[in-house]
């Protein structure tokens, strides 16, 4: 059974940040792959940035160089840290978690991330 809480957004100016925090109801939360998707008003939903259990951190490639994602398994809690945010970025944010091939169909409320001037 997996739960999971967004928490974080917001309304930001072009240029800002935000950090996004998702808490993890699951008990191998450790060795999963984890991950920030985002799903915009008429569009698919995309995997924004993902990090296995080991560390290593994939990116969707418009965000590279602006957005981290981090990981705190003592409290089973994921983290996006989103710089110089722009318009295109403005979305609904959600987290996920991989354990085994595919990603979990439990999906949390999302947190809402809006840029504009």
């Known amino acids: 059974q997996v739960q999971l809480v967004e928490s974080g957004g917001g309304l930001v100016h072009p240029g800002g940040s935000l950090r996004l925090s998702c808490v993890v109801s699951?008990?191998?939360?450790?060795?999963?792959?984890v991950g920030w998707f985002r799903q915009a008003p008429g569009k698919q939903r995309e995997l924004v940035a993902s990090m296995i259990s080991g560390r290593h951190a994939n990116y969707l490639e418009s965000v590279k160089g602006r957005f981290t994602i981090s990981r705190d398994n003592a409290k089973k809690t994921v983290y996006l840290q989103m710089n110089n945010l722009k318009p295109e970025d403005t979305a609904i944010y959600h987290c996920?978690?991989?354990?085994?091939?595919?990603?979990?169909?439990?999906w949390g409320q999302g947190t809402q991330v809006t840029v504009s001037s």
């Open positions: 699951f008990t191998h939360f450790s060795v999963t792959t």
């Open positions: 996920n978690l991989k354990y085994g091939s595919t990603w979990s169909s439990s």
